[in-house]
């Protein structure tokens, strides 16, 4: 997508599997954390994800 700073940041997209509900309980901050961290700890902070 595009980025004023960078031109380009990298997009992501997640399928969870059927009956998992994303929003309950906070489970949606913390996916989104160990999402940007798997990310980052891969790929390095030059293609990571800011959200």
């Known amino acids: 997508?595009?980025?004023?700073?960078?031109g380009q940041l990298p997009r992501g997209f997640v399928v969870l599997k059927a009956?998992?509900?994303?929003?309950?309980?906070?489970?949606e901050d913390q996916l989104r954390a160990q999402l940007v961290q798997m990310v980052r700890d891969q790929v390095?902070?030059?293609a990571?994800?800011?959200?």
């Open 1 to 6: 997508m595009a980025d004023r700073l960078k």
């Open 19 to 27: 009956g998992i509900d994303a929003s309950a309980d906070g489970y």
């Open 44 to 46: 390095r902070a030059v």
């Open 48 to 51: 990571s994800f800011k959200r």
